[in-house]
């Protein structure tokens, strides 16, 4: 499997235009999909602005940053290998 280059890209200026508007695009279908409740498709949207403002070497502020901050907020788990707060049940095959 090829390594992924972790080089700055030098980029001409209609490349960096189309990466920029590719990513305001990406941007507000990623708005346009929360506001809808699309949760997975907002996280695509998501995931696409971000990596093309890594393969722009923009490094522009994640626009989704308020949105992870009120998540811990509530209580969700960003540390995907902590133990469970409550153990988990068995779910047994309804009787009849």
């Known amino acids: 499997m090829a390594k992924q280059c972790k080089l700055p890209l030098s980029l ?18 990623a708005h346009n999909n ?3 409740y699309k949760f997975y498709n907002f996280g695509y ?7 093309l403002n890594r393969a ?3 490094k522009r502020p994640n626009p989704f940053v ?5 998540a811990k907020k509530k209580g ?6 902590r133990e469970l707060e409550r153990p988990v049940q068995a779910i047994s095959p309804a009787e009849e």
């Open 12 to 29: 001409n200026t209609a490349t960096r235009q189309r990466l920029e508007r590719d990513m305001d695009e990406a941007e507000k279908k």
């Open 34 to 36: 929360l506001a809808k």
């Open 45 to 51: 949207w998501a995931a696409i602005w971000v990596y």
């Open 56 to 58: 722009g070497n923009f």
């Open 66 to 70: 308020d949105y992870v901050q009120l």
């Open 76 to 81: 969700g788990a960003h540390d995907t290998k």
